[in-house]
C-alpha cells in the first residue's frame, strides 16, 4: 500500500525587536501591532552584511524578524501544544540570512513533510544582526546604559530577544513553550552552544544541536577578550573620524555612518563572540565547570570532511604540511604536534591513505576545531556533575554525505554546511543562487529522512532515538550517520591530551590564571 501524506504549512514574518545600532534588542512586537492586523506571508529583510556569493531577497537594518512552519492539525491532534524547533543560520556571525539561497535552503516546510507523521513539531527560523552591528565593543556603549552594561554580543543579544517572544507568544500559534530545541550549523552551532553561558538564557529552550560548530565553542581561539574586543572596535571610530568627541558625539557619529562606510572600514575582521564581565563572563567550558551553564540536553558533530583539506591540497609533502599548521598553531608546540601525529614520515603519494601528508593534516585539523573541543565540553560537564548526573544527556555524532544534486563544487565530498539539505529535506545549498534542474534518487530522499527522523526525535523528547549512545568518558562513542553504511553507533578513538594542554595554556593567557583551570 501506498501512502501519500499530505501536508498545508505556512510561514508567518513577525517582528520579534526593535533596534537602533549597537542596542540591546527590545522586545516590542506587541506593542508595533496592538489591536492590528500584519500581512505575514512574506519574509522580512535580510540584516545589513557585505557583499558575497549568496542569495538574499532584501536588506534593512529593520532586520529582527522570525518565520514560523506549522502543520496543519486534525482537529483530534489541535489541543495538544507541538515542541518547537528554533534554527539558527551560520555564515560566520558575518553573512547569511534565514531566507537566504535559492531554492529557500532553511525550509520549515520541507522539513516538516518529511518529518514521522507522528512527530509535528512547529519551526521557526530567525534573524540576527552581523558583522560590525554585532560586535562593536566600546566604554561609550557600556555606559549608555547603567542598567545593562555590557557591549558587543548583539547577535546573541538578538537571539535572546527571538527565544523571549517565542517564549510568550508562541502558545498562539500551538506550540510548547516548555519544550523548545534550538539548532545551528557554523557560527548558528557555536551560538547554540555559547547560549548556554550567557545571562538570561536560562529556561528559554531545553535542547541544543550544534552541526559543525565552527569555530567550536570549546575552544578559546573562538572569542575576544575584552582588550582585544576594544582594540579592533576603536580602530572602526578612528578611522571613521568619530574619536576625540564627548561619549553622546562618538556614538552619535558612529549611527549616523552609512552602512557602506561601516562594513569598508570593517573588512575582513572576524566577527566573534566577546568574554566580558556581565553578559558573557565565561565562555562554555569554564561555565560548566563554574555551575553557571543551562541545564539543556546537547548535541555536538561535525562533517566527516568539513575541510576538504586533501581535495584542496591534493600533492602535499611533509615542508608544505610543516608550512600549513605553522600558520595555525604557535612555533613552541610544533615539535610535538609533528611527534603526535607521526607527521614526519608522511607522503604526498595520492594513494597512501592514512600516511599521506593532507590526510594526516586534516585529522590534525578536525581534532583541533571539531571533535577536541566537544570533548572537552562534555567532559567538563562530567568533571563538575559526575555521571549520574541528569545533566548529562550529551551525544555526538559525525556525517558523511555524498552530495550530487544540486551541483556542488566538491561533488561527493559532505564539506562544511553540505549536510543542510539532508537536515531540511531541500534541493539547495548554502550558496544557490537559482532553481536547479535535479531531483534526489529514492535512497538519497531516504537518508535525508532519517537525519529528518533522528532530528525531530530530539526535539520532542530531548534526546536521539534509541541507537543513539549518549557520551560516556570511559567509553566514548559517537553516532556515525552514513548514507551507505548505515547509522552506527561507533568508539570514537581519539586521543586529545595535546590539544587540551595548547587549550589550557591559552586560557590561562587569554582570559587570566583567576578563572577556572579546564580539566585535561
Known amino acids: 500500500m501506498i501512502v501519500i501524506r499530505f501536508f498545508i504549512i505556512y510561514f508567518i514574518r513577525i517582528q520579534y525587536a526593535k533596534v537602533i545600532r549597537w542596542k540591546p534588542p527590545i522586545d516590542l512586537a506587541d506593542e508595533m501591532f496592538v489591536n492590528g492586523s500584519l500581512d505575514a506571508t512574506s519574509f522580512g529583510p535580510c540584516c545589513p552584511q557585505p557583499k558575497g556569493d549568496i542569495y538574499l531577497p532584501s536588506q534593512d537594518e529593520q532586520c529582527l524578524y522570525l518565520n514560523i512552519y506549522k502543520p496543519i492539525q486534525s482537529s483530534s491532534q489541535q489541543n495538544s501544544l507541538l515542541p518547537v524547533f528554533v534554527w539558527i543560520h551560520g555564515g560566520a556571525h558575518e553573512i547569511g540570512c534565514s531566507s537566504q539561497s535559492i531554492p529557500l535552503i532553511y525550509n520549515g516546510t520541507n522539513m516538516i513533510a518529511h518529518s514521522p507523521a507522528d512527530q509535528p513539531v512547529i519551526i521557526v527560523t530567525i534573524n540576527y544582526r552581523l558583522g560590525v552591528l554585532a560586535d562593536m565593543y566600546l566604554p561609550e556603549l557600556i555606559e549608555e546604559d547603567p542598567q545593562w ?14 527565544l523571549r517572544w517565542i517564549q510568550k507568544n508562541i502558545g498562539d500559534y500551538g506550540g510548547d513553550s516548555g519544550n523548545v530545541t534550538i539548532f545551528g550549523q557554523s557560527a548558528g552551532g557555536l551560538s547554540v552552544v555559547d547560549l548556554g553561558a550567557v545571562r538570561g538564557s536560562s529556561g528559554l529552550y531545553r535542547t541544543a544541536i550544534s552541526q559543525s560548530g565552527l569555530s ?21 571610530v578612528q578611522q571613521l573620524n568619530c574619536s576625540n568627541e564627548s561619549k553622546e558625539k562618538v556614538l552619535e557619529c558612529l549611527r549616523s555612518a552609512s552602512i557602506v562606510d561601516l562594513y569598508k572600514i570593517y573588512g575582513n575582521r572576524y566577527t566573534k563572540p566577546i568574554i566580558d564581565d556581565y553578559f558573557f563572563p565565561l565562555y562554555p567550558p569554564l561555565a560548566i565547570l563554574n555551575g553557571t551553564y543551562n541545564n ?15 581535495l584542496d591540497n591534493p600533492d602535499m609533502n611533509y615542508t608544505g604540511a610543516i608550512d600549513y599548521i605553522s600558520q595555525f598553531v604557535a612555533k613552541k608546540w ?12 608522511c607522503s604526498s603519494n595520492r594513494n597512501a591513505n592514512r600516511s599521506r601528508c593532507c590526510s594526516i593534516v586534516l585529522s590534525m585539523a578536525t581534532d583541533d576545531l571539531f571533535d577536541c573541543d566537544i570533548r572537552r565540553i562534555f567532559n567538563s560537564f562530567y568533571s563538575k556533575y559526575g555521571s549520574k548526573s541528569e ?25 562544511h554546511s553540505a549536510e543542510l539539505p539532508f537536515v531540511f529535506g531541500t534541493i539547495s545549498d548554502f550558496h544557490s543562487q537559482e532553481l536547479f534542474n535535479c531531483t534526489w534518487d529514492y535512497s538519497t530522499r531516504q537518508f535525508s529522512n532519517e537525519i529528518i527522523s533522528h532530528w525531530m526525535n530530539i526535539a520532542t523528547t530531548g534526546r536521539p532515538l534509541n541507537s543513539w549512545s549518549s557520551y560516556d568518558p570511559m567509553s566514548p562513542r559517537h553516532f556515525h550517520i552514513t548514507p551507505d553504511r548505515g547509522f552506527i553507533d561507533q568508539i570514537w578513538q581519539k586521543n586529545c591530551s595535546f590539544f587540551d594542554f595548547i587549550e589550557a595554556d591559552g586560557v590561562e593567557q587569554k582570559f587570566g590564571k583567576q578563572l577556572f583551570k579546564i580539566n585535561k
Open 216 to 236: 567550536s565553542p570549546g575552544t578559546y581561539t573562538s572569542y575576544y577578550n575584552t582588550k582585544d574586543a576594544l582594540n579592533v572596535s576603536t580602530i572602526i
Open 391 to 415: 545533566r548529562n544527556k550529551l551525544y555526538s555524532y559525525h556525517l558523511d554525505c555524498y552530495p550530487q544534486c544540486p551541483n556542488v563544487t566538491e561533488k561527493g565530498i559532505c564539506r
Open 149 to 162: 552594561p555590557t557591549a558587543g554580543n548583539y547577535m546573541y543579544l538578538d537571539m535572546l530577544s527571538a
Open 296 to 310: 539543556i540536553s546537547l548535541i555536538m558533530g561535525n562533517n566527516d570532511y568539513d575541510i576538504p583539506f586533501c
Open 334 to 345: 610544533i615539535p610535538s604536534l609533528i611527534d603526535h601525529y607521526s607527521l614526519k614520515n
